[in-house]
């Protein structure tokens, strides 16, 4: 079993940045491939970005290149989630999850664990 638990959400201003955090715990947590998701009321969990446990190229969703970066700690044990440049469209409950995989799977129902959520809230 691997606990994730979310926190950084928020209130923010168009053009501001947050910073969310997902603390993983649990066994063999650090080889895990962790990844944000996005959901709004009435949508489908969306893909945000992908963390894959050796460390190689992270994936994003087209909609956030260039603004949002995921990123570890040393020990793999926290991921976390930089959202600069943010837009009202990024407005969501924002989930971590993990998967024990090397690849970093798009689709939500690959994931096995996942935290409770944390708002992100944009203001125009």
């Known amino acids: 079993q691997v606990q994730l638990e979310e926190s950084g959400g928020g209130l923010v201003q168009a053009g501001g940045s947050l910073r969310l955090a997902c603390a993983a715990s649990?066994?063999?947590?650090?080889?895990?491939?962790m990844a944000w998701f996005r959901q709004t009321p009435g949508s489908k969990r969306e893909f945000v970005a992908g963390?894959?446990?050796?460390?190689?190229?992270?994936e994003y969703v087209d909609s956030v290149k260039g603004r949002f970066t995921i990123y570890s700690d040393s020990g793999k044990s926290t991921v976390y989630l930089q959202l600069n440049r943010l837009k009202p469209e990024d407005t969501a409950v924002y989930y971590c999850a993990a998967v024990g995989s090397q690849a970093i799977p798009t689709r939500s129902g690959f994931y096995q664990f996942w935290g409770q959520g944390t708002q992100v809230t944009v203001s125009s």
């Open positions: 963390l894959s446990w050796d460390g190689s190229s992270p």
């Open positions: 649990g066994r063999t947590a650090s080889t895990y491939t």
